[in-house]
């Protein structure tokens, strides 16, 4: 079945870097958009960034836009979030989803991964 595993969450000082990874199984990643997602305490969860399957195209949200990159790895069936000069604001569960592009610009994939926290505090 399809599965949805992030890494590379943790605590890290303002300013500093992290690169969040998801690695799916069940499918083949070519044929599907990825996207990740992120929920902060008491507040909605938000799209920060995604990635078609045809062309590579991309779309940040204006929060992150300059700071965060996604990318693809379809040999290893990954998609990475490179996340630098992390800002406290950007603490929060941070998740993978796949599905239509399409379904993932309007928030709603059908599969998720279980999550994995990032922390930005001194």
């Known amino acids: 079945q399809v599965q949805l595993v992030e890494s590379g969450g943790g605590l890290v000082q303002p300013g500093g870097s992290l690169r969040l990874s998801c690695a799916a199984s069940g499918f083949t990643l070519d044929y599907y958009a990825i996207g990740w997602f992120r929920q902060a305490p008491g507040k909605e969860r938000e799209g920060v960034s995604l990635?078609?399957?045809?062309?590579?195209?991309?779309y940040y949200a204006d929060s992150v836009k300059g700071r965060f990159t996604i990318s693809r790895d379809n040999a290893k069936n990954t998609v990475y979030l490179q996340m630098n000069n992390l800002k406290p604001e950007d603490t929060a569960v941070y998740y993978c989803a796949t599905d239509y592009f399409g379904k993932l610009l309007a928030g709603i994939p059908h599969y998720w991964g279980q999550g994995t926290q990032v922390i930005v505090s001194s």
């Open positions: 990635i078609s399957s045809s062309d590579g195209s991309t």
